[in-house]
């Protein structure tokens, strides 16, 4: 099972961007949930949003009201929209997938917010 992020890049404060998390091995829609984590330099790794199978969400307060997560099942993708961006949302950005206990990682893509 893979997780590949894609989509990451260089935007001005206010900008938007795109992420995007292809699964290969297993569907989306086995996955119990799907997240999208973040790791800025010398942080540890928060978690920025989730959605479960059921389509339940759940968002950083940092990011409640700029960032939308959704899973796409027959795109077999799980995208992170993030509006509003600021420098403090700069950070390295991972795709998670848990079944049941078990959590699958994806690469990272970087996300720069220039002030």
């Known amino acids: 099972v893979q997780l590949q992020a894609s989509g990451g890049g260089l935007v001005q404060a206010g900008g938007s961007l795109s992420l995007s998390c292809a699964a290969s091995?297993?569907?989306?829609?086995?996955?119990?949930?799907m997240g999208w984590y973040r790791q800025a330099p010398g942080k540890q790794r928060e978690m920025v949003a989730r959605v479960t199978s059921g389509g339940r969400t759940v968002y950083a307060d940092s990011v409640k009201g700029r960032f939308t997560i959704s899973r796409d099942n027959a795109k077999n993708t799980v995208s992170l929209q993030m509006s509003s961006l600021k420098p403090e949302d700069t950070a390295v950005y991972y795709c998670q997938g848990r079944v049941f206990m078990y959590d699958y990682w994806g690469q990272g893509t970087l996300v720069t917010v220039s002030s």
């Open positions: 091995g297993r569907t989306i829609a086995s996955f119990n949930l």
